[in-house]
C-alpha cells in the first residue's frame, strides 16, 4: 500500500521560511518522481515543482529562486523549502508521485498525500 505523508505545514510571518516533507512508503523515489501542487479553496489544484526519479529538478516559473525541492533517498523523504513567503503562498500543500518524470498536471499522478497547510499572515 502506498502512502505519502506530508508534514511541515502552519502559520508562518510574511518574509519567513517553512520547509515540509513528504515521506513515503510502499514506492521508492529513487524510481517515482515526486512533485508538490499546492490550491486554494475554489481554485484548481497548481503545479509548485518537482524532482524526477533521476534528480531533474523543475519548478513552476514564477517560484524559481524562492522555492527548493531536495530528496533524501536513504530516508524515502522529498522536502520542499520556502523562503521569502507571500501571503498568496498561502494554500494546501500536496506531494504527489507518478513513475520516473515530473509532469505539470495533476491528473498524471498516481499517489497523493492528504495535504498540509501553509498560512502566511503576520
Known amino acids: 500500500q502506498v502512502q505519502l505523508v506530508e508534514s511541515g505545514g502552519g502559520l508562518v510571518q510574511p518574509g519567513g521560511s517553512l520547509t515540509l516533507s513528504c515521506a513515503a512508503s510502499g514506492l521508492s523515489f529513487r524510481t517515482y518522481a515526486a512533485v508538490w501542487f499546492r490550491q486554494v479553496a475554489g481554485k484548481e489544484r497548481e503545479f509548485v515543482g518537482g524532482i524526477s526519479w533521476r534528480d531533474m529538478i523543475s519548478y513552476e516559473d514564477s517560484l524559481k529562486g524562492r522555492f527548493i525541492i531536495s530528496r533524501d533517498n536513504a530516508k524515502n523523504t522529498v522536502f520542499l523549502q520556502m523562503n521569502r513567503l507571500k501571503p498568496e503562498d498561502t494554500a494546501v500543500y500536496y506531494c504527489?508521485?507518478?513513475?520516473?518524470?515530473?509532469?505539470?498536471?495533476?491528473?498524471?499522478?498516481?499517489?497523493w498525500g492528504q495535504g498540509t497547510q501553509v498560512t502566511v499572515s503576520s
Open positions: 504527489a508521485g507518478r513513475p520516473m518524470t515530473v509532469v505539470v498536471q495533476s491528473s498524471a499522478y498516481n499517489y
